[in-house]
């Protein structure tokens, strides 16, 4: 079993930062690509930014130059820092990791964290 725990969501003016982590725990032999989705309300998941092990980077349109994304392959966590926060980047935002677990390798998904971005 491997377990995604995501942290650091919350209520943000516009112009403002925050910084979401994202923790794999569990049943881990290797952990491939890493990244982060969002979802607001009445549209589909839409990627916002990727890594691979090695540290290539994949980021959205429309979050590139603001968000930035990074992992810790010691702690097998996956950070996203946003800045210059707009309304419209209020989302439900998960994690995701592909990871072999010793006899399989798969997609794992975290339980979602909540950005708003409100004045």
């Known amino acids: 079993q491997v377990q995604l725990v995501e942290s650091g969501g919350g209520l943000v003016q516009p112009g403002g930062s925050l910084r979401l982590s994202c923790a794999a725990s569990?049943?881990?032999?290797?952990?491939?690509?890493m990244g982060w989705y969002r979802q607001a309300p009445g549209k589909q998941r839409e990627l916002v930014a990727s890594i691979t092990r090695g540290g290539s980077t994949n980021i959205a349109d429309s979050v590139k130059g603001r968000f930035t994304i990074s992992r810790d392959n010691a702690k097998n966590t996956v950070y996203l820092r946003m800045n210059s926060l707009k309304p419209e980047d209020t989302a439900v935002y998960y994690c995701?990791?592909?990871?072999?677990?010793?006899?399989?390798?798969?997609?794992?998904w975290g339980q979602g964290t909540q950005v708003t971005v409100s004045s």
């Open positions: 569990g049943s881990i032999l290797r952990i491939f690509a």
């Open positions: 995701n990791a592909n990871i072999h677990d010793g006899s399989s390798r798969g997609d794992s």
